[in-house]
């Protein structure tokens, strides 16, 4: 029987590793600033061949420059399921990339907390590099047997990403409006600011 991978893809497990890591590093740096931290999460839609993917991150907004670091991990297809092997017959048609993305950079305040503007409390952007990756997947058929979306690693790519965005503070939350290069992906996340 096959095994069903329901989300992520297959090089969720060396971000997972990563992850905790860098944000570690970030959060303990805002620690020892005594500074305030932006987290957040939100969702990019698919674009043309490249599915949609949840977007999260930890953000350093404070009147001077900090440093942020955010992930995004692709789902696959949502109306069918993937599996994470490699199907070796058949025929491959609705060829598709699953995106992820870690991002390393600094926050720069446009609009500082305090300053009198209408319905904002701060505005700050950001910007970093950091590394992407896009994971091929078709749908593979046989027989006039649908058998899903498996890997298809011809179209598998990796490279360097360039991250950036706004990020919108009101008095309990904030709105995060990003985008990523390699993905060719937009993002929209909320979040709030913790100690």
Not at 45 to 56: E, R
Not at 147 to 162: P, R, V
Not at 172 to 181: E, L, Q, R, Y
Request: net charge neutral.
């Amino acid at each position: 029987m096959k095994t069903l991978q329901c989300n992520m893809f297959k090089h969720l497990h060396s971000l997972a590793l990563l992850a905790p890591v860098v944000s570690g590093l970030i959060f303990s740096t805002q620690a020892a600033r005594a500074e305030e931290s932006f987290v957040d999460i939100g969702y990019s839609p698919a674009n043309g061949s490249i599915t949609q993917s949840i977007v999260f991150g930890v953000y350093g907004l404070k009147e001077k420059n900090s440093m942020y670091v955010n992930f995004s991990l692709g789902l696959p297809p949502g109306d069918s399921d993937y599996v994470n092997s490699n199907f070796y017959s058949g025929t491959a048609s609705d060829f598709k990339q699953i995106p992820m993305s870690i991002n390393v950079g600094s926050t720069f305040p446009i609009i500082p907390d305090g300053t009198k503007v209408p319905i904002y409390k701060s505005i700050h952007s950001y910007f970093g590099v950091g590394y992407a990756s896009l994971s091929g997947i078709a749908k593979y058929s046989s027989g006039g047997y649908d058998y899903g979306y498996y890997n298809y690693t011809s179209n598998d790519k990796s490279g360097l990403n360039l991250n950036g965005g706004l990020i919108f503070m009101f008095n309990s939350f904030g709105i995060n409006v990003g985008a990523n290069t390699f993905t060719k992906s937009v993002y929209i996340n909320i979040g709030a600011m913790i100690n």
